[in-house]
């Protein structure tokens, strides 16, 4: 069984300071990978995409790519409250075929706290 | 540009009774995906459509289950007869398939389902 592993949580980090989200997966052959945030009552909103080795920053966004180690992550600098939410790993499923399947992690809750 | 549709966004049904959830994926797209999601077992993909055909229909829990996509627009998930372990909110989410694999989904707001 392919899977996508995140910490639950709930994170706890004081406002201003930098949140880190880890995700590892164990399809070796995956080749992309997206976070998600999901607000409590609403649905997973795309904030980043990853495909190559290393890091990709969006504002204050970063997100962190270790093909060899299978494991992905997210760096959120300056946390708000405002980012409080669930955040969602999901890599792209090849097994069986190229077919744009994603498999989801559980999500790590992230609590910032003013 | 809408994004993905969903209908009803909240259903309160009794047991037994037929449910029918609505999805009009984004123009253009041609996958569209129905999730459920509980806290208990967290997101879970239920079957997927690519180019209006079901392509993998492994993750629809029982019978009861049922997804059609007649065409392009617009895709069912029926439930018939409910029962109260269905109560979840049901996603639905469309994107548009990539040959290098980069395919992105974008989730409709999701219907919130309550069996009593």
């Known amino acids: 069984q392919k899977e996508v592993e995140q910490n639950s949580g709930p994170l706890s980090v004081p406002e201003g300071a930098i949140a880190s989200l880890n995700c590892t997966y164990s399809?070796?052959?995956?080749?992309?990978f997206f976070w998600y945030r999901q607000y409590s009552g609403k649905s997973p909103e795309l904030i980043m995409s990853?495909?190559?080795?290393g890091d990709k920053e969006d504002g204050r966004f970063t997100a962190q790519l270790n093909k060899a180690s299978q494991y992905v992550s997210l760096l959120i600098r300056d946390s708000q409250p405002s980012d409080s939410a669930t955040y969602l790993c999901?890599?792209?499923?090849?097994?069986?075929?190229?077919?744009?399947?994603?498999?989801f992690g559980q999500g790590t809750t992230l609590q910032v706290k003013p | 540009d809408a994004g993905v549709i969903q209908s009803p966004r909240h259903e309160v049904t009794e047991m037994g009774q037929e449910v029918t959830l609505r999805c009009k994926p984004i123009?253009?797209?041609?996958?569209l995906f129905w999730y459920r999601q509980t806290m208990m077992r967290g997101l879970e993909l239920l079957i997927y459509?690519?180019?209006?055909?079901?392509?993998?229909d492994s993750g629809m829990p029982e019978d009861r289950f049922s997804a059609k996509m007649p065409n392009a627009s617009f895709s069912t998930l029926k439930i018939q007869p409910s029962e109260p372990r269905d109560s979840a909110v049901y996603f639905c989410?469309?994107?548009?398939?990539?040959?290098?694999?980069?395919?992105?989904?974008?989730f409709g707001p999701g219907t919130r389902l309550t069996v009593l």
């Open positions: 989410a469309s994107s548009l398939r990539q040959i290098d694999n980069t395919d992105t989904q974008y």
């Open positions: 399809d070796r052959v995956s080749q992309s």
């Open positions: 990853i495909y190559s080795n």
């Open positions: 999901a890599v792209n499923a090849l097994w069986g075929g190229n077919t744009g399947k994603l498999i």
């Open positions: 123009s253009g797209h041609n996958s």
């Open positions: 459509f690519n180019n209006n055909v079901p392509i993998d």
